[in-house]
């Protein structure tokens, strides 16, 4: 049997290890989310200077104005769509990224509070007599606690998906007024 000081030292010691291995699975996940969007501002700057280079030849040997303001609308459509495409996996890789921290946390924060749960259960049976009050208001602000969490937890998410929602529904719409408008703009020309 312990004494309490040396539960509560072994309980301490065993926070402190979860919160640096959760500190390294979170600094992990954010190292892996901006190689990520390196990769892909890479990608994309690539991509971009080449057909940057190739647009500019066909601007150049334009014959005439009409053809020069051809060939400039008909660049505007396929840009919005790679500035779409951009947008949605940047955004991709911020979800996942929220996600996998979402996961982490919780993880860590259902350990810890399994591990305090089962700290103030074994004081609790050695706690001295006249002490259950006290036991027990413990246990009720854990639990407390741990709810606050949970509906915490639930909102976040519910406003992430609602984020997400939104962020469709607006890419959408403007890919949808994007491709009405390209047309329109290359038969003012």
Request: charged share 20%; hydrophobic share 40%.
């Amino acid at each position: 049997m312990f004494t309490i000081p040396e539960q509560f030292s072994a309980a301490t010691k065993a926070n402190f290890e979860s919160q640096v291995a959760i500190f390294t699975t979170l600094t992990n996940k954010v190292f892996e989310s901006v190689e990520k969007i390196v990769d892909l501002n890479m990608n994309v700057a690539k991509t971009s200077l080449e057909e940057s280079a190739v647009t500019a030849k066909q601007l150049l040997s334009a014959k005439d104005p009409q053809e020069f303001f051809t060939l400039s609308t008909s660049q505007a459509q396929p840009n919005t769509e790679k500035a779409l495409a951009y947008s949605r996996h940047l955004t991709s890789i911020a979800t996942n990224a929220q996600t996998e921290f979402t996961k982490a946390a919780e993880a860590q924060i259902a350990e810890t509070n399994r591990k305090i749960i089962a700290l103030v259960d074994e004081v609790s049976k050695n706690a001295p007599a006249g002490s259950e009050n006290a036991v027990a208001f413990l246990k009720s602000a854990i639990g407390n606690a741990s709810a606050g969490y949970e509906q915490m937890t639930k909102t976040t998410k519910q406003a992430v998906d609602a984020l997400e929602a939104n962020l469709d529904t607006a890419v959408t719409q403007f890919s949808q007024a994007a491709a009405k408008s390209a047309p329109k703009a290359a038969s003012k020309k």
